[in-house]
């Protein structure tokens, strides 16, 4: 019988975590897209010196572990702003993650055919015209596989976030188990919870797949 | 002596074989004696295929019998991959294993399945390679060989089992047109040496010199059997005399 | 700037250590996922069915969820049935587990673009099934697998990062004391940065040059 109630207090405060680890993957990957998509452009469209820094930015920070670039960041971040460890976390975690688009955007921006670009420059687009709205439009279709994998990658380092106190689904499974005293039930608990949320993740991004693939 | 000759080395009787809802062998019967080459023609998807890889039992029959020299290879309790070693394949598109060297090739089932030590492998697969005229291209990696070159490791590869039957699978059907004639001269050139061969080729030249026997196929079944003179000449029905005519017809074309 | 370079000679001897508890992590727990992700992987395709699907269940339950979870359970859960696991143990087994999964997905689908013809051509011979599978399929499968099994590599090492959080003292562990010790969390973590930019291109280079080593013409793709 009290397994059963330590089951339901466990649920019941776990789940609450569910919505922030929600609010945090969603906030990471728009701050994310916005950067890799800048970056991206930068290093296919840009002069030589976005080009190089936006390679820098995508190599280092590829090579560090999300983990220390949250740490980093964090704590700069604190330095200047009163921020929540909400959103100095989503944050940290979306800069990393932007890295990882950039990737995918470079990719997809290539795989436009020239062509594209050349006719809008021959309608009388600006390059930042044709790149807004002929250009990012295509990529965006042709990127949208790898980015499925990058945003349910994104959830699941979201439980990083858990080192600067985030309460998330990691954080108050670890609360919880330190209430009943029960941490394999907490943390199964949290296991399958995530469980449920990346297999949903995959089915919406699948059904986004089929329905906006490119006739190319 | 005189009684094993006439002992055939392959008798088929009356398999059916099918895929879901689609029947592609409907009741074939076929007899081979040793060291006959029967040249098998048929519309594409007539079962050709189908066939001889029921004979091999790569896909065993739904019902009827083969034996292969006195064993029933479909009887309950036959080991197939023993049945195998005994049949030598050659298919359309080579199948050379990608990982290993042309010697490699012949090697590997030489090692592994024949159990030889490496040194008696090495020297059998060199002579098998010699048979096809290819020691030169020993260690060449198949991507490094032409079609005809891959074609004929493929030959050695089955030579190397010791076959007593080899099936050929359209084995010039994916090359180029100038690449089939050294395919062809290896395969002649095994017949003079006695191997009984069942050979799925729309090659009427080398069915006109080699084959002792031209059968063809249709609907799953032998509409018609003969020597090649006489399938060429005068086949008994109207639907022989059409497709012989049809692939004669696209065979000069090609030239 | 002076502060720096006396906070960096301070730093480096425990962070060195920390590197090598680091590399040991990666490098056992990548050699679990391998031997794990070996079999896992190859049964996933050739097995029988019933085994395929608790094969994919394994796999989905360590994809699907994330490593600092699997870490957590393994460390602070499993005593609850009985399995207590010191810290480094606690580590290898989840790490390996986890790559275990990745490594299995990645081989899957490396057996899975070796042609069909291949494992016809092999039966053909008289080769049984595991015998076609062990010498003609693995093969050339593990070939194929190179490029993904070097990302998996680097992955695990970035990954291990996460194990200070179970007081592994492993590059992290060693940066989370150094910068409560000295109160300088950020020009810390900036070197340990630098430690994982440097062990990641190592790593990288290695694996180009192993990649280049296992090229077959036709096979592999065209070595760089
Ligand atoms: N493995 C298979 N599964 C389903 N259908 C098959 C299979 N193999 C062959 N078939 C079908 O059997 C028929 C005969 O094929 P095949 O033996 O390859 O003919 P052929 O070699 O004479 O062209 C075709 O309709 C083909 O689609
Ligand atoms: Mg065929």
Not at chain 2, 41 to 61: A, D, E, M, W
Not at chain 2, 138 to 164: E, F, N, T, W
Request: glycine content about 8%; hydrophobic content about 50%.
């Amino acid at each position: 019988m009290e397994f059963f109630q330590n089951l339901v207090t466990t649920f019941n405060f776990i789940l609450q975590g569910v919505w922030v680890t929600i609010g945090v993957t969603a906030v990471a990957l728009a701050v994310g897209l916005v950067f890799g998509v800048t970056m991206a452009m930068a290093r296919v469209y840009g002069n030589p010196f976005l080009q190089t820094v936006a390679a820098i930015y995508s190599v280092i920070v590829r090579a560090v572990p999300v983990v220390v670039i949250i740490f980093i960041l964090f704590f700069v971040i604190a330095r200047f702003v009163n921020l929540s460890p909400f959103w100095a976390g989503s944050l940290a975690l979306g800069f990393a993650s932007g890295a990882y688009q950039s990737e995918i955007f470079r990719g997809a921006f290539r795989a436009v055919p020239p062509g594209q670009m050349i006719a809008a420059r021959a309608i009388g687009m600006s390059k930042l015209q044709a790149i807004q709205s002929i250009i990012l439009p295509q990529a965006a279709r042709l990127a949208l596989p790898a980015w499925g994998n990058e945003a349910t990658l994104v959830l699941k380092d979201s439980t990083l976030v858990f080192v600067v106190g985030v309460p998330e689904i990691l954080r108050r499974a670890q609360q919880v188990s330190a209430r009943t005293l029960e941490p394999f039930l907490a943390f199964s608990v949290a296991m399958l919870l995530y469980l449920v949320l990346t297999l949903l993740t995959t089915q919406i991004l699948q059904w986004f797949e089929r329905r906006y693939r490119l006739q190319m | 002596m005189s009684s094993t000759a006439i002992a055939p080395i392959l008798r088929i009787e009356n398999i059916h074989k099918s895929f879901g809802k689609t029947r592609v062998l409907t009741g074939f019967s076929l007899t081979v004696q040793p060291q006959e080459v029967v040249v098998l023609v048929g519309p594409s998807g007539s079962g050709k295929s189908t066939l001889l890889r029921c004979i091999n039992l790569l896909s065993p029959p739904d019902s009827g019998r083969i034996w292969l020299e006195e064993q029933e290879i479909t009887a309950p309790g036959v080991n197939p991959d023993k049945v195998r070693q005994r049949i030598g394949m050659v298919f359309q598109d080579f199948n050379l294993f990608n990982h290993l060297t042309a010697l490699g090739n012949v090697m590997i089932g030489l090692m592994k399945v024949r159990k030889m030590p490496k040194k008696e492998a090495h020297d059998l697969a060199m002579f098998e390679l010699e048979r096809v005229g290819l020691v030169d291209r020993a260690y060449h990696y198949p991507a490094q060989l032409s079609g005809g070159q891959k074609q004929r490791v493929a030959i050695a590869r089955a030579l190397g089992m010791d076959p007593h039957i080899m099936l050929f699978d359209e084995p010039t059907s994916a090359l180029d047109p100038e690449l089939t004639g050294e395919v062809l001269e290896v395969m002649q050139q095994l017949a003079r040496e006695g191997m009984t061969m069942i050979v799925v080729s729309h090659e009427m030249g080398f069915a006109r010199q080699v084959a002792s026997r031209v059968v063809f196929m249709e609907g799953g079944v032998v509409v018609e059997e003969g020597p090649p003179a006489q399938m060429f000449e005068q086949p008994l029905h109207e639907r022989t005399r059409a497709f012989l005519r049809k692939i004669s017809d696209m065979d000069s074309g090609g030239r | 700037m002076e502060s720096f370079l006396q906070l960096l000679h301070n730093a480096v001897p425990s962070l060195l250590q920390g590197t090598g508890v680091t590399l040991q992590i990666a490098a056992i727990s990548l050699l679990l996922g391998m031997a794990l992700g070996l079999p896992v992987g190859v049964g996933r395709v050739y097995g029988p069915r019933w085994l395929q699907h608790l094969l994919a269940a394994y796999i989905t339950l360590f994809q699907g969820t994330p490593l600092l979870i699997q870490l957590f359970l393994v460390y602070y859960g499993l005593p609850d049935l009985g399995l207590t696991l010191d810290r480094m143990p606690a580590a290898f087994l989840t790490l390996g587990l986890n790559s275990g999964a990745y490594q299995a997905e990645y081989l899957r689908g490396a057996l899975q673009s070796v042609g069909e013809g291949q494992m016809t051509a092999a039966r053909a011979i008289g080769m049984g099934k595991w015998l076609a599978v062990r010498t003609i399929i693995l093969p050339q499968a593990l070939r194929l697998v190179l490029p993904a099994w070097s990302n998996e590599a680097i992955a695990m090492l970035k990954y291990t990062a996460v194990v200070f959080l179970i007081a592994v003292p492993d590059l992290m562990g060693q940066a989370k004391i150094l910068s409560s010790r000295y109160f300088a969390p950020i020009p810390i973590y900036m070197i340990v940065a630098v430690f994982y930019i440097v062990l990641v291109g190592a790593t990288y280079l290695i694996l180009r040059q192993l990649e280049r080593r296992f090229h077959i013409p036709g096979l592999t793709g065209e070595a760089h």
